[in-house]
């Protein structure tokens, strides 16, 4: 009797757990599809993009971030299924070197004299990659939270390793269509 009740409390949690994952990236989601929605709105009724003359933004801190984010949700897959700590520990690296990568690609757009404040181009760049990377430090603590279960190999609360799963592959998934759309079309 007590180890039904006890399995039942686990179940429990873990059905709590999963819908409270699932609400936060709705949510996310809805917060996305917002700036993507202003985006379009602009772009399509803009005679010339980029705006006032500017040139497109140099591909590579966008191409090289692309390149770490699949990678990085690939190996957490890995992980994932395998219980890997290298694998783990590869995504949290190229989790690192994505967001190191954001910081580089906001410097070379000073350098290009394009800031959050020069006009709408510049805004939705900005706005774009600043929430975007807010969402991964707060993904990179989740994978740092992580960190000494992964290392001690206790991979006992799976329900921690599949919601943390969700939401970095919901970010990846969510930089792709950022890169995509303000990058490459």
């Not at 040139?55 to 890997?84: G, T």
Request: glycine share 4%; with cysteine.
């Amino acid at each position: 009797m007590m180890v039904e009740k006890a399995e039942n409390i686990i179940d429990g949690k873990t059905v709590v757990a999963s819908i409270g994952m699932l609400v936060t990236i709705i949510s996310l989601s809805m917060l996305f599809a917002t700036l993507f929605l202003s985006f379009f709105l602009y772009r399509f009724q803009a005679t010339q993009w980029p705006p006032m003359n500017l040139d497109r933004v140099d591909q590579f801190f966008p191409a090289l971030s692309s390149i770490f984010i699949v990678s990085s949700s690939w190996f957490y897959e890995v992980f994932r299924s395998k219980k890997s700590k290298y694998s783990f520990l590869l995504s949290l690296c190229l989790g690192l070197a994505f967001f190191t990568t954001q910081f580089l690609f906001w410097q070379d757009l000073k350098s290009v004299g394009i800031f959050a404040s020069s006009g709408i181009y510049g805004s939705l760049i900005y706005a774009f990659t600043w929430i975007h990377s807010g969402h991964m430090a707060i993904g990179l603590a989740m994978l740092f939270y992580l960190l000494p279960s992964v290392l001690k190999e206790d991979f006992t609360r799976k329900i921690r390793i599949v919601n943390i799963g969700k939401f970095w592959h919901f970010l990846a998934v969510v930089w792709l269509m950022i890169y995509l759309f303000l990058f490459v079309l």
